[in-house]
Structures are given as C-alpha cells and as structure tokens.
C-alpha cells in the first residue's frame, strides 16, 4: 500500500472541490472496495478524503419516488420498508451480495462505483487496459470464466460485479452528483456505466471529483411484482455467474410491460431493452420467457471458459420471470 | 465396606478449555507476537513461472522510507536442508541460486521498520528474468515422473487375469482439482537470535520439526533453537513443512540483528505453503454378476513440483478398503512447474477415495445393486492382506445404523426417479477409511503443592481441540478436577512430540499422557507406601482410586490424602515425572488403563495376532440439484464414525463436520486455477470458493464402534477421516439426481450444465 494522507469535511463543496483540485484524490466510504485495492497497490491514491462525515445518509420517501443518500449503507436500503414493500429486486439484490458484514459497511454509492473483480485487473503484474491504458489485456486469453459475455471489446471483457446496480438499472433510477464547481447534474442510470469499447480505463460517466450525493428511484407500481435472481457455484457470499432483474406488468396471464436486467455477464450493468420489447402483449409463458432471453443474448461474445453463462443467463431469465409471474402482490 | 466412584470427563461433550480465549481475542497467534525492536519483513515472489533471475534492482526499495535489508538469493549464505520428519523430507531453502522454478516463488526479501514500509518498498524491487516454457501439463515430453523410496506400489494376486475373467467391469478416469489448504490464520514467523540461540514464534504444526530444519538450516544447534506456537490459527496440513519463508525470517533477523516478522498475504498463501495437488486416476474394477469384487487397478499420476519430494500416497486405501483378492495400486507424481505442493487434509486419501467410491458406485449401479449392499458384500472382515482379524472395525455399523438414521430406504434406485418440488433429489453413499497411524511421543507431567497440575508436550493444537481432550484426559488419568489442570502445547522446549498431522496426534500425544500421568500417580504411592504418616501406607495402584487431587484406598473413602499434603510433608514443591507412548501394540510396564479413577492393568494384544485397524466412516448425502439452472445443493448429511474411543463427542463432532464442510467444498466448488501461462488466478477467498455455512446445511454425525484394542487410549484417528469419501459420496447423490457421471472434480456449473471448455 503506497502511504496516503487522510483527509475529512463536513461541506460537500469543500470535499468536492478539495478532491477536484488533487489528481491522485480519491473519496473513502464504507471502504470495502478502496481499501481493498489499495491493499493490493490496484488502486494508490496519494490523498483518500472520507465522505462519511457529509452526512449523505438520508432516505426520503414521497408518493412519486424514493430518494437515497450516497452514503446510506447497503444493509440500510435493502431492509428499509418502503423498499421492501415497492421494490422487492432491489432488496433481493442488495441482501443476494456480499454478506451481512459488508453489506453494513457498503455504501450505495460506493457500490455503484465498486470494481470488476477480473483477476487480471487484481494483478498489478498482469496486463489490464483498465487498470493500465494500452497494456493488452490478460483476460482475452486466459482464465476468463467469470467474465462478461455482453458489452465486451477486444480491449477488455472485464465483468461489473453489482447486484444492487442490475435492480436500479431495471429501475431506472437517477443518479444525482455535484461537480466541485458546486453545480449539480443528474445522470440516468443507464447512461453512468460505460461499455469498455476501446477505453477500458474509463468506467463511468463522472469527472473527477465529482461526489455522488443521492440515487432517486421512481415509484413503479409493477415493481410490486419483480424479482431478482442470482446464480452462483456457493449458496451465498459469492458474486454472479449470471443474474437477471425482472419487473413484470401482468393483465392476467398477458404481459402488459416488462423490464429487464442482468448482471454477472456484463462489462456494466445491463438492461435488455429489446427482449423488453418483445414480451409486451406475450402471454407470460416460459415459452415467451425463453424467447425474450435468447434475444438478451443475441449478441453474447464468450470466450474459452465462460461460454456456459450464455446459457445460464437465458436460464435465469426464465427462472427469474417465472418467479416474478408466480409472485402474490 | 463402602466404595466411592468417580466419573470419567473423558467421554462427556466438554467445550473447549480454551474456547473463551478465542472467543476474546486473548489467544496469542503467531501472527499477534510483537516484540520490542522488532523488524517487519515483506516478501516479493516470481511473476514467471519458469527461467532465471538475471537481475534484481534492489537501489530503490533500500533507499525507500524505513527500509533497514533487502535479502536476495545475492546475499543469501548457503542454508542446509534440514532433517527429514517423521512424514518426509522438508521443502529445499530458499534462495540459494537464479532458479526460478514456479509462479510465486519468493524472490527478495524486504525489512524494513513497519509492515506498511516494507510492504511498499517490496513493489520497489526490479527482478528482471530470463524466461523457460514452464511444462504445465502431464502430457508435455519433458514432464518428468519422479520415483522416491516410499514407491506405493503394491500387488496382491493376479489383477490383470482376474479383470480380465471379471463379469462386469468399470474402467474410467477421474480427476480431482488441485486444491488450497487456506487455514483462517494467515501464516507468520517472528525470529530472534541472541548468538547463537534462536526463538522462533512460527505458524507451524510441528515445533520440532521447525526447530530441527532451522538449526540445520543454520548450523546451529539444535538446544538452542525454541519454536513456540501456543495458537496455530488452523492449518490443515499447511503446517506440516517448513517452508521457505520461514528461514528467511529467521535470516532477515541474523542479518539485522533484530527480530523479524514476516506475516504471508492471503495471495502468498496459495502459493507459499503448499497445497492438494491435482491428480489423475485410472480406475478399474471387476467383480462377479452377483457382486463379488474379483480386481481393484488403480493407478494416480500427481502433481509435484521441479524440485523436492513429497509423499502423496493417493491409491494406497484402494488395497485394504475391500476383501478384493486381486489389487494392485501405482501412484506416479509428475515433476510441474507449479508452487511447491504439501499436504491438505487427508492428503492422497481424499483424492484416491473419491476415484474408488464413484467406481464402487458405478459398479452398484451395472449390477443393480444397492449400493450398501454392495459394499456389506465386499466388507474386510479381515485384513485382506494378512488375513489379520481388525483390532477394531465396526464399518458394518456404520454402514447399517448410518443408513437407518438417514432414511436410505425411501431411496428409488433409478436415478432422476425423486423429486423435491421442483428439485431433483438424489441420495449417495460413500467409504471412508483412514489408516491407523501412532508416531512416538513423549509428555511431562507435574502435580504442585497448591494441587494443580500442569501437563505438557512439544505438539499444537491446530485446532482441532487437543487442548481439551488432552486436559481432560490428565484431569480423569491424575484425579485432578479439570479446573485445575493445564496442559501445555506449542513449545519445543517442551518434550518431544510429533508432527500433529496424518490423524496420529491425538492417539500419539493421548497415549503418552496417560502414560505419563500414570507414572506421576505411581510415584506419589511409592513416596506414601512406607510413609507411617499416610493414610496411605502399603496402598497398590490396583487398589487406589484418585479423585478430588488425591488419592484414596478404593475399599476405604476415609483413607484419603491430596497430592498436596503428601507434597508437603515430604517437603516437595512438586512431582514432575516424563514419560512417553508405547507403540500401538506394545505396552510398557507402566501402562495401565485408568476408569473412573481406577487403575486397571492393560493387556495389548499379542504381538501379530491382529491388524491394527484405523477408522471408518460411512457418509449418506442428499443432494438438490435444479433441473434449469443446474445448482447442486448438499441438502443433508449423515456420517456414521467408527473413530475408537470418543474423547471428547463435541469436539470429535466438529472435526467430522469441518471434514465435511470441505468434502463439499472439494466435491463441488473448490479449485486452485493457474492460467495457461501458469499465473495462478485463484488467489483470494473470493476467487477461490469454499464451502460457506450455507453450504453446510444439515449435517448429523453418529458414533459407533468400540475403544480400539491396540493402545490403552483406545482412540482412533478422525482429523481427517470425513473428507475421504465424501467427495465421491456428492458426486454419486448428484448422479443419482441427475442420471449424469461426474468423474471430475469440482463438479463446477458448466460441466453440470454439459458446456464446459472442450465439450
Ligand atoms: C469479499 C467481498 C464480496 C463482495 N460481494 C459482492 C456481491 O456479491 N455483490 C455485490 O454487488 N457486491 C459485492 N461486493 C462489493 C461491495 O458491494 C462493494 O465493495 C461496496 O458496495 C462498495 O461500497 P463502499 O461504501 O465500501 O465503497 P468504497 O470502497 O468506500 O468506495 C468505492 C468507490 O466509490 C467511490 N465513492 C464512494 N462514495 C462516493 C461518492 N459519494 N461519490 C463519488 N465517489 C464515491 C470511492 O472513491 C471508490 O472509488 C463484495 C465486496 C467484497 C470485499
């Protein structure tokens, strides 16, 4: 770990303009990403400025939308009653990941802007474009099963290991930040995440010392009957192999509308709008299930040992909607 | 005439003595010593798999904040090679050439003033190599096989006729991956000198032997060296070898003339003290319409790496598991370029069961037997090579009660034929068996004037509990309440014990505790047997009983006296007396059996007349395997034990069911990956997936069986036992669920799923 000076505000401005002005400026929430790969010299600021006394830890609750702090931790959203009650995926994400200990000390933000967990980008000696503009990639070649089959570049198939960002992407939640010019932007969801295309290293859509302040997430009553599932090899404690978010508007055995999210298989979270599309007015067999699925992964890219997610990832799509058509809301 | 009794703490679920330690955080780790001026070493290891070092740049890590040493193979002196132990050769040293012979061999070491300075002053230094094409694959022509004096290769009858004449045959190849041992505890050295006398605090499971290697290591002697490890922090084998980080610490703090520490990353632990090494079995079995095994052929190839030796006895249990007249077993090791491998529970074992319990099975079903039947039908009843009756074997119980309490009757054979909802069900069985195994041990025994006792032994308690068993075991043999005993590990200043490892330890280290305590109690009635102030006077060992820190005459309870008032008036602070373990089989003048406070002569066996017989166990799994997504659950476990006589039910308990935990683990999950450049992949806990609590679900453990008849203990054991068979006892559940053979262990997603790479 290089050494690192500590740094905290109360002011959001202060923060935001104190971290905007040093390069090697990182911001510290739970820490359970940061700290990590500082650990393993992944990530090296020179200065880590604590956002924990910013005070981003509200969850405000109107009829139209719920909206969240930064810095709420991940154990709090998902048990919060609201959440429970109007977006069961999103608690069932949240609660599938990491484990209670984590989860307590994880941020929302913080999880939007966790890592990929590609060995190679792990590895300082092995070669990332992610990590290391231009160095090749490792992944492409090598041990690659647990990478991305969707979104991926011939620069990088690194997967993005959110559970909680595939439920908020089906949500289609909105990002709030303030810039260190105090200005304030908002950024949707599906446009935070950035597919590596040929610039690995850049992975979400935030200048630099741009603080995250609050995620809102608007009411969707279909979101009564949605669900998350997430396939893995152990029962818990371990990211997806393949998961699918799913949100179904039933009018009997119709689909009226329905989303779409999947994770553990793609460079970003992942919203399969065209399979979307092509359940509205279906009957909501798993025959249709299974044809929404294969177009999700009409344009899955695998490689020598992740070849089996494809099918996997249609399987969960099934499994997923099933569940969430069998749901009593 | 009145007798009084006492009762046994052996035998009784006891939580462990020092379980409120742990709990606290006040047990004292190899990894928590500190002392004053101490030194912090930080380790860099290989990015290659295979060359030479051409180059180190060490400038910038020396001129680097705090940094106080860079130790290289440049500046190393020669380090010998330390003695062999009792289980094998030690680990080559460190850093005596350029060689590069695996990814994550340690290259430099750093010390500097803190962790953090030299942790980052190690990612300073430069190795440039020159590289080798590493052979990676037992199919490369350079792939060497190594043959070493522990050949298992062994031959009974006529395999090739009698496989050939077989009615039914099973040939197949299974393969199991390589594995890592990851103990919780991260693995540290803390070394000081003073001259030439060395304290090393060392994660190890066998002070001695680290004391011995060291001293060799360094020319020292050996009286000199004191390895302490109250605590290990788990180990699972891990600790069995003295690996390379361990002299270079004790180097770092000769040539710093400071102690040093080095504490392993989680990452250098996968790479650093060994691990499973993978294996590649041929299998074939023949047997008659009815079910009589006729020929067992097993031949293993294992991972080892370029250098050193090993000793990986992979198909050795396939010769006495069954009364099978035709056997013959080879385990070959083929030379890799893969970090130096060790052992992990139940090494070899683990491996060759899982190869003969899914061929047993696979046999069952070619047969259309069940199959416990087919293995009540091929039961040793003796043993199959010297036609020995066992000197304990209660297998048939384990087999028979085990099934009871499973519920193996509302088993259809037909696989896929049961359900759950919408899960597939399958039920499994599988052998497990573990080889009797009883090294010498010696232990010293003291009762002091404030009537406590204090009995000690230069072994660990790696956790498994020996602690406690040990404690309880003095405080029945002694009289001594148990509040009042303390037993001391971890120390080898203390007398000579073994390795814990190779399930010895317990029986090793119990039998001579009891030895020891025996000849303490004996003492005390030869000071009082002609002491007129003794109620005592003229009292025989048959005749006593000891209870309450005392002795009494059994027939008499007014005839008593505490150890503490004999001490005194012999104006004697205390009663020390050593003494060590007899060979199973033999027995030595003092040894005796004590119950209930009595002392009942013990007889072994006449010499040849039995086989000494290890422990069994007979494992029931049921699996739920999902018929899209293809996810293999371990619904419920039942294990019937034959472990001997049960110290301490709780503790044994836990080791059966940690076996369990990482049978599954093995069975289904675990793998230690190195990509195809030989980089390994796997190398947080994250990446590399064990079995968690969920997991773990319902899990029953069942005794049965009688005390073994070959020590006075009468212990058999269970360290290891659970994890042999418990991986072929998943993979035959999975079968029967799903109709599909998995010969190829984990039974990852993808092959369940039918896509894995090269299908
Ligand atoms: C062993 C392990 C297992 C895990 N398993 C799972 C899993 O199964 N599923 C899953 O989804 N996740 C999993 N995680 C990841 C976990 O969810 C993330 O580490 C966590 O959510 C990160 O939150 P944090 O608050 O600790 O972030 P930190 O580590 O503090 O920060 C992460 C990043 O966010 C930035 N940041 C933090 N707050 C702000 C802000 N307000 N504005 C701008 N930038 C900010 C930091 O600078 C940093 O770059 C696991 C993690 C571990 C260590």
């Known amino acids: ?329 | 005439m009145s007798t009084t009794t006492t009762v046994d703490v052996v035998g009784t679920a006891r939580d462990r003595v020092d379980g409120r330690l742990k709990v606290m955080g006040a047990a004292t780790y190899p990894i928590d010593v500190n002392l004053p001026g101490l030194a912090h070493a930080a380790l860099v290891q290989s990015t290659i798999i295979s060359g030479r070092i051409r180059d180190i740049a060490v400038d910038d890590a020396e001129r680097a904040p705090g940094v106080v040493a860079v130790i290289t193979h440049l500046n190393t002196p020669p380090l010998a090679i330390g003695p062999p132990t009792e289980i094998g050769p030690q680990p080559l040293p460190p850093f005596q050439s350029d060689a590069v012979l695996h990814y994550g061999q340690h290259v430099a070491m750093v010390v500097a003033e803190t962790r953090e300075q030299a942790n980052s002053a190690a990612a300073l230094v430069e190795v440039t190599y020159e590289r080798d094409t590493p052979v990676l694959s037992f199919d490369d022509e350079r792939a060497t096989e190594v043959t070493h004096p522990w050949t298992p290769d062994h031959d009974r009858g006529d395999v090739s006729s009698a496989l050939a004449e077989a009615e039914v045959r099973i040939n197949q190849i299974y393969t199991t991956a390589e594995n890592t041992n990851n103990p919780i505890g991260l693995f540290a050295t803390v070394a000081v000198w003073d001259g030439d006398a060395l304290t090393v605090h060392d994660t190890t499971q066998n002070p001695h032997g680290a004391r011995d290697a060291l001293a060799a290591a360094f020319g020292v002697d050996p009286a000199g060296v004191r390895i302490l490890v109250p605590f290990v922090g788990g180990a699972f084998g891990a600790g069995l070898r003295v690996w390379p980080h361990v002299p270079l610490a004790a180097l770092a703090a000769r040539i710093t003339k400071r102690p040093v520490k080095v504490v392993l990353t989680r990452a250098q632990m996968f790479t650093a003290v060994g691990h499973r090494p993978n294996t590649i079995q041929l299998l074939s079995v023949g047997a008659s319409r009815d079910g009589l095994l006729a020929a067992i052929d097993h031949v293993s190839r294992s991972s080892i790496g370029m250098e050193g030796e090993l000793i990986n006895l992979v198909t050795n249990g396939s010769l006495t598991a069954y009364a099978c007249p035709n056997v013959s077993t080879r385990a070959r090791q083929i030379r890799q370029s893969i970090p130096i491998p060790g052992w992990m529970r139940a090494p070899g074992e683990a491996e060759g069961s899982f190869a003969l319990e899914s061929a047993i099975d696979e046999l069952s079903y070619a047969l259309n037997i069940d199959p416990i039947e087919l293995r009540i039908k091929n039961h040793a009843h003796v043993h199959p090579d010297n036609a020995l009756p066992w000197s304990s074997n209660a297998l048939l119980d384990c087999y028979r009660l085990g099934a009871e309490r499973f519920g193996w009757s509302a088993r259809t054979p037909e696989p896929r034929s049961m359900r759950k909802m919408d899960q597939l069900v399958g039920y499994g069985m599988g052998r497990g068996a573990l080889g009797a195994y009883q090294p010498p041990c010696k232990a010293i025994a003291t009762i002091r004037r404030d009537g406590t006792a204090f009995v000690r032994s230069g072994g660990t308690d790696m956790g498994p509990g020996t602690y406690t068993v040990m404690s309880m075991l003095a405080a029945d043999c002694l009289g001594v309440p148990i509040e009042r005993v303390r037993f001391g590990l971890g120390d080898s200043a203390m007398p000579k014990a073994p390795q814990e490892g190779g399930s010895g330890f317990t029986g090793a280290l119990g039998n001579a505790v009891h030895a020891t305590c025996v000849s303490v109690v004996r003492a005390f009635v030869n000071l009082v047997s002609d002491d007129a102030m003794s109620p005592l006077k003229g009292c025989r060992l048959e005749g006593i009983t000891v209870r309450n820190g005392g002795i009494q005459i059994t027939d008499d309870p007014a005839r008593f006296e505490t150890y503490a008032d004999i001490l005194t008036r012999h104006g004697l602070d205390e009663m020390t007396i050593e003494g060590e373990s007899a060979p199973p089989g033999e027995t030595s003048s003092a040894t005796m059996i004590v119950q209930e406070g009595r002392f009942i002569p013990y007889t072994p066996p006449s010499t040849g007349t039995l086989a000494h017989a290890g422990a069994f166990a007979a494992h029931f799994v049921e699996v739920n395997v999902d018929p899209d997504l293809r996810t293999i659950r371990v619904a419920r476990v039942v294990s019937a034990v034959d472990g001997g006589r049960i110290l301490n039910p709780k503790t044994a308990r836990s080791q059966i069911i940690g076996g369990i935990a990482m049978g599954i683990g093995m069975a289904l999950l675990e793998e230690t990956v190195s990509d195809r450049t030989g980089r390994l992949v796997t190398t947080s806990l994250a990446e590399y997936v064990v079995a968690v609590n969920a997991d773990v679900r319902d899990v029953d453990v069942l005794f049965v069986g009688e005390p073994d008849a070959m020590t006075p203990l009468g212990t058999k054991g269970i360290g290891e036992l659970a994890i042999t068979g418990m991986a072929a006892a998943i993979a035959n559940a999975v079968y029967h669920a799903t109709g599909t053979r998995f010969r190829s262990l984990p039974i990852s997603i993808e092959k369940v799923l039918g896509l894995q790479p090269g299908h």
Not at chain 1, 146 to 155: D, F, M, N
Not at chain 1, 176 to 196: E, K, Q, S, W, Y
Request: contains cysteine.
């Open chain 1, 1 to 329: 770990m290089k050494e690192f000076t500590f740094e905290r505000f109360t002011q959001t401005t202060d923060a935001a303009s104190a971290a905007a002005a040093r390069s090697g400026a990182m911001y510290l929430a739970g820490g359970t990403t940061l700290v990590d790969l500082m650990k393993i010299d992944v990530l090296t600021p020179d200065i880590v400025i604590d956002v924990g006394p910013l005070g981003l830890s509200r969850i405000d609750v109107s009829d139209d939308a719920i909206s969240v702090g930064a810095g709420v931790t991940n154990s709090q959203l998902a048990w919060h009653p609201v959440v429970r009650d109007r977006f069961p995926v999103l608690s069932e994400a949240i609660l599938s990941g990491a484990t209670t200990q984590i989860r307590n000390m994880a941020t929302v933000a913080g999880n939007i802007l966790q890592r990929t967990r590609c060995p190679y980008f792990r590895d300082v000696h092995a070669s990332c474009n992610r990590r290391q503009p231009g160095s090749g990639c490792d992944a492409l070649n090598g041990f690659n099963r647990g990478h991305a089959v969707l979104g991926v570049s011939e620069h990088c198939i690194a997967t993005h290991p959110s559970d909680m960002c595939v439920a908020m992407i089906v949500l289609d939640a909105d990002i709030h930040t303030m810039r260190p010019d105090g200005a304030t932007r908002l950024i949707p969801f599906r446009n935070f995440h950035v597919a590596p295309g040929d610039t690995p290293h850049i992975e979400v859509a935030l200048e630099h010392g741009e603080l995250i302040t609050h995620i809102v997430i608007p009411h969707l009553p279909a979101a009564r009957r949605s669900h998350y599932l997430k396939v893995r090899d152990r029962a818990s404690y371990e990211f997806a192999l393949a998961s699918a978010a799913v949100v179904l508007d039933l009018d009997g055995d119709t689909i009226r509308a329905a989303r779409l999210g999947l994770g553990g298989i793609a460079t970003t979270p992942w919203r399969a709008t065209e399979a979307e599309q092509s359940l509205k007015g279906r009957k909501a067999s798993d025959a249709t299930f299974r044809e929404a699925a294969e177009t999700a992964l009409a344009g899955a890219v695998a490689r020598e040992h992740n070849h089996f997610k494809i099918e996997l990832a249609k399987r969960a799509i099934v499994r997923a909607f099933a569940t969430a058509r069998e749901a009593k809301v």
